[in-house]
């Protein structure tokens, strides 16, 4: 079985979050779930759910994941010794991208993706900022040179989307597929070959 650490921060985009998560809970995946409080706050105001109830209702769902408290420092996932599959932060803050690219662990989900990079594991960020400017930038940059999977959520036209889902599927089905998922989610590019 797969197990994965999912980070929600505080910036616009929950429902990236959201559909990752019932994406990974229908393959029976181990989840280990870490939100932010503003990325708490951010999701009840973007999806307009309880946070205490969508959490509920995950867990009548798959009983395979575990909410970590932000502060808890002492949770498995913050240690080098905790093996897993990867780990996605998604929607992804600026000031958490920022905080990873300065090696400052001051929260679990830092700590957890400062151990996804010094043990070379599979980390992905979600940034959900525009325009990026020279800071976010740099940031991203030397996350990408420590082989972070850096994945915006910018829509490819070609799949020719109808709806916020059609959008949203696409984002998630490359994230699936950087985690080696595979999925249908999006259609993939035929050239006429």
């Given at each position: ?24 809970i229908k393959r029976e995946c181990e ?104 800071i976010h930038l740099k940031n991203m ?53």
């Amino acid at each position: 079985m797969k197990k994965y650490i999912v980070g929600i921060t505080g910036a616009s985009g929950s429902i990236y979050g959201v559909r990752l998560l019932e994406e990974l809970i229908k393959r029976e995946c181990e989840i280990y779930l870490i939100v932010t409080d503003n990325g708490k706050k951010v999701l009840e105001y973007e999806m307009e759910y309880d946070f205490n109830q969508w959490i509920e209702n995950l867990n009548t769902k798959n009983s395979k994941i575990k909410i970590c408290n932000i502060n808890n420092m002492f949770s498995a996932v913050a240690s080098g010794s905790f093996k897993t599959d990867g780990m996605i932060i998604v929607p992804c803050s600026m000031s958490t991208i920022a905080k990873l690219s300065g090696g400052i662990s001051d929260s679990l989900i830092i700590r957890a993706g400062d151990v996804m990079i010094k043990e070379k594991r599979k980390l992905i960020v979600v940034p959900r900022e525009t325009p990026f400017n020279s800071i976010h930038l740099k940031n991203m940059l030397i996350l990408s040179e420590l082989n972070v999977n850096i994945i915006p959520p910018m829509p490819a036209f070609y799949q020719k989307p109808k709806t916020i889902d059609d959008i949203v599927n696409g984002t998630v089905g490359r994230i699936l597929e950087c985690l080696g998922i595979e999925n249908e989610l999006y259609y993939h590019w035929q050239s006429g070959i």
